[in-house]
């Protein structure tokens, strides 16, 4: 059975700079600082990105003093791979489908 991808997180993962924070969060949980350095992008840009990755799901906080560490729900991600091999699977089949004009 085919299930819906999520748009907020295909939407997530759209953005440039943040897919670039997920393929550097599923190698380690990094604090804002470090993802500051890692992408070079301004702290308040960001946030902002962080809130949508959080929004989407893909993404859980752990405060450690002041400090917030980032880190991905691998469960989210193996759900999206899991909902577009299904996708694959049926596309296969698909060109055997063909509706009548």
């Known amino acids: 059975m085919l299930t819906s991808v999520d748009p907020d997180v295909i939407r997530a993962l759209g953005d440039p700079l943040r897919l670039k924070i997920v393929t550097l969060l599923a190698r380690e949980t990094l604090c804002t600082t470090h993802l500051v350095a890692e992408t070079g992008a301004k702290q308040t840009n960001l946030s902002n990105h962080m809130k949508v990755l959080r929004e989407a799901g893909l993404v859980e906080t752990e405060p450690c003093g002041r ?18 091999a299904a996708l694959a699977t049926a596309a296969r089949g698909a060109a055997e489908n063909k509706r009548a004009c």
Not at 67 to 84: H, I, N, W
């Open 67 to 84: 400090f917030t560490y980032y880190k991905l729900r691998p469960d989210v991600l193996a759900g999206l791979s899991e909902q577009f």
